[in-house]
């Protein structure tokens, strides 16, 4: 869930398979995913963007004017351009996660750098705003499933590591970018 300047959200709907039919949890399904507008009242849904590859981590570039999301299954992120509240641009290809690597949560810094966790593959992937890689972190953990910043400054980075249980904190370089408007 994520939130944008005017107080409503977007969310991912990686469209989840059904337990009956005991399809495995290692082979991408064919049914796609969306990405959903709402205010928070809930008096408003609208689905903004479709046939996604079972979307789910989802963020703001710092400008507020383009949303990320990581497709799971598509081991990437694309970019929609924000042509206004809830009304997005065409789809575009954003960063490519290394073999092995799948996208799961993600989180950006102030200076637009979008930090990936790379679900079984054991790290956070690092890209710069235009989408190149510049880095990546290893975790003890190949099930990394979520980050965000965090602590007085912001510049706190809190990595989650499903398979071991625990929450790993490391300094960041730069602070985390707000992931709500101050409504004041």
Known sequence: MLFDAEGNFYFTDPVHRDPKKRESLNVPTQRQGSVYYATPAGTHIRRVATSLQHPNGIGLTPDGKTLLVAETFAASLCAFPIRAPGELGERRPFATLPSGYYPDGFCLDEAGYVL???????????????????????????????????????STLYITESGLGRVVAREWPRRGLVLFPDRG
């Open 116 to 154: 990936v966790c790379g679900v079984l593959g054991g790290g956070i992937v690092v890209f710069d705003p235009h989408g190149t890689q510049t880095d990546l972190i290893p975790c003890a953990d190949r099930l990394v499933t979520n980050v965000a910043f965090g602590g007085p400054d912001r």
